[in-house]
């Protein structure tokens, strides 16, 4: 991959996670998984609930888990088995209507999912974060064990989700 694309794709993601935290206007609203979480929680608390609530959302089969995750926008990227950023690549990003789409379509085709994880790491700055979890599962379509997962967090509408990820050990299909 050339240097030229892998800065346009950290650039939108850097775009993404300045969009979520200064533009979109602070809400009083509420989801099932998030009413009470960030009044009595760490910062860091309410971060890794948010990744909880992603990963289980898939295991349990609960499209408003997962929805409630993530924010308006997501980006997914894979890493191509390197850690040199000139091979990964950009998989897909996904406007709200599509994540929508997309959950369903995972549930659907995807599942059963399993999936054991660990958050390794957790690293907060202002608005955004990232969190590294080594996880462990299977789906219909692959298997994967002690693959590392960076989820790229961001403030949406004045709560934490998850706005992309990034895989290493994962390729994109020809």
Request: aromatic fraction near 10%; charge should be positive.
């Amino acid at each position: 991959m050339k240097k030229k694309t892998i800065i346009v794709i950290l650039s939108t993601m850097l775009g993404v996670l300045i969009f979520t935290s200064f533009t979109l206007k602070s809400s009083t609203k509420k989801n099932d998984y998030g009413k009470n979480l960030y009044e009595n929680t760490t910062k860091e608390d309410s971060i890794k609930t948010v990744v909880k609530n992603f990963i289980e959302g898939f295991t349990k089969e609960d499209f408003n888990r997962v929805r409630s995750s993530l924010g308006n926008s997501f980006i997914m990227l894979n890493g191509n088995f390197s850690c040199n950023p000139e091979e990964w690549e950009g998989h897909q990003h996904l406007d709200q209507k599509e994540i929508d789409e997309w959950i369903k379509w995972m549930l659907k085709k995807v599942t059963p999912i399993s999936n054991t994880y660990e958050i390794k790491s957790v690293d907060i700055r202002n608005n955004s974060a990232i969190v590294t979890t080594l996880e462990t599962g299977s789906n219909q379509f692959r298997n994967w064990k002690n693959e590392q997962v960076a989820y790229l967090i961001g403030k949406v509408n004045g709560e934490w989700r998850i706005v992309g990820f990034f895989i290493k050990n994962i390729k994109n299909p020809n």
